[in-house]
């Protein structure tokens, strides 16, 4: 059973940026595509970001400028860079892979965005 370890998250005035990390406890090469999601209350949970193993990327469109996502093969960990950020970017932040999660998620890291 794969495993998801999220961090990086708390409270930031807007504009300001964060960085989130996950470790992943098997090889993220033989997983595939990553991605990062994110829950809000009463909302679904929504695919936010997305690179290949290779270089391909894919953002949600609120997110497309200000929003990178990274990975390092070689440590299993996956990463994502959010500057300018706005308080519609509240949310629990999860890694997983990107199409077809796994059903084994993180406990998620919760990013607040208020002044």
């Known amino acids: 059973q794969v495993q998801f370890v999220e961090s990086g998250g708390g409270l930031v005035q807007p504009g300001g940026s964060l960085r989130l990390s996950c470790a992943v406890s098997?090889?993220?090469?033989?997983?595939?595509?990553m991605g990062w999601f994110r829950q809000s209350p009463g909302k679904q949970r929504e695919l936010v970001a997305s690179?290949?193993?290779?270089?391909?990327?894919s953002y949600l469109d609120s997110v497309k400028g200000r929003f990178t996502i990274s990975r390092d093969n070689t440590k299993n960990t996956v990463s994502l860079q959010m500057n300018t950020l706005k308080p519609e970017d509240t949310a629990v932040y999860y890694c997983?892979?990107?199409?077809?999660?796994?059903?084994?998620w993180g406990q998620g890291t919760q990013v607040t965005v208020s002044s």
């Open positions: 098997r090889s993220i090469i033989s997983i595939g595509t």
């Open positions: 690179r290949t193993n290779g270089e391909t990327t």
């Open positions: 997983n892979r990107a199409w077809a999660p796994y059903s084994s």
